[in-house]
């Protein structure tokens, strides 16, 4: 397998094959996020990608899972994907699923056949980085889409029989405008019956553009106490209508939570009152990670 660059994976695909369809990200200009910032986005070859499916039949017995990567590989279009997804199908009968990295506007400039032609032929999880449903949020972080946007495609995700998998990261307004990110984030995953959602702390690398902001003071962080407000306001206001796996359990937070909403919604809120009141549950600064 030949990859270029950093290579980047959802935490639930640790233990999936990762194939690098394109380099970068052909956003890649979202403030808070360095992920992408030292690749020129471009396609990879599909020939390039033939060859490296082969190599990895002959390295691995067994392949159960796969993920395409970079940041915005479902910006290819369906020709260029099926032909992928046909010669997984062929050389990998074994594989259980083909997961992905989108983002709204990928989604919307597909059809609901197009879609549903992906899930036939393997993708079984689309990944969005929603951030916020604030749409003031959405525009201080430049994500390029908006939040009526957003709730469309994973709404259409979810209705071609792909699952949406979709993030949102705390701390991200800032003292300034945490109450609005804390319930437009919370009122939006009850507006998407996503499948699933996760929810990050913000952890700003060296060359993040959101760094300007904090040293100009335009941008104040939230302190520990503060994002478990934040994210306490935001359980509060989560309320879909069918069953989303709910994630806070990386390593940028601060009080592991997993349930699933609405079913658990109280008993994790539970968990955040408790991680308000005992700092000895929050995970130390010296440990939190992206």
């Not at 990200?25 to 808070?32: A, R």
């Not at 032929?121 to 908006?146: F, M, P, W």
């Not at 984030?185 to 060359?207: C, D, F, Q």
């Not at 700092?279 to 600064?285: A, T, V």
Request: glycine share 6%; with cysteine.
């Amino acid at each position: 397998m030949r990859y270029e660059g950093d290579i980047y994976r959802p935490p639930s695909e640790a233990y999936s094959l990762l194939v690098q369809v394109t380099v970068g990200c052909s956003h890649n200009t979202c403030t808070f996020c360095t992920m992408f910032k030292a690749k020129r986005f471009h396609l990879r070859p599909v020939q390039e990608v033939m060859e490296d499916l082969e190599d990895a039949r002959r390295r691995y017995r067994r392949v159960d899972r796969m993920f395409l990567c970079d940041g915005d590989a479902l910006c290819l279009s369906n020709n260029k994907l099926m032909v992928i997804l046909k010669k997984i199908e062929t050389l990998f009968p074994e594989t259980r699923q083909v997961n992905i990295y989108g983002n709204a506007i990928d989604v919307l400039h597909k059809t609901d056949e197009e879609l549903m032609e992906l899930r036939d032929h393997g993708i079984r999880i689309i990944y969005i980085g929603a951030e916020s449903g604030s749409d003031q949020v959405l525009k201080d972080i430049n994500k390029g889409c908006t939040r009526a946007q957003l709730i469309e495609a994973v709404q259409k995700i979810e209705r071609c029989g792909i699952k949406a998998s979709v993030t949102f990261i705390s701390g991200l307004a800032g003292k300034e405008g945490w109450e609005d990110h804390a319930v437009q984030s919370g009122t939006m995953i009850t507006e998407m019956n996503a499948s699933y959602v996760a929810l990050l702390t913000l952890v700003l690398e060296p060359g993040a553009p959101m760094l300007e902001d904090i040293h100009a003071g335009r941008l104040t962080p939230l302190t520990a106490d503060e994002v478990l407000e934040e994210e306490y306001l935001l359980l509060q206001n989560a309320r879909p209508t069918k069953t989303c796996v709910f994630r806070s359990n990386h390593a940028s937070n601060y009080v592991p939570l997993a349930g699933n909403l609405p079913e658990d919604r109280d008993e994790m809120l539970r968990m955040l009152e408790r991680g308000m009141k005992d700092k000895s549950m929050r995970r130390s600064e010296l440990f939190r990670r992206l």
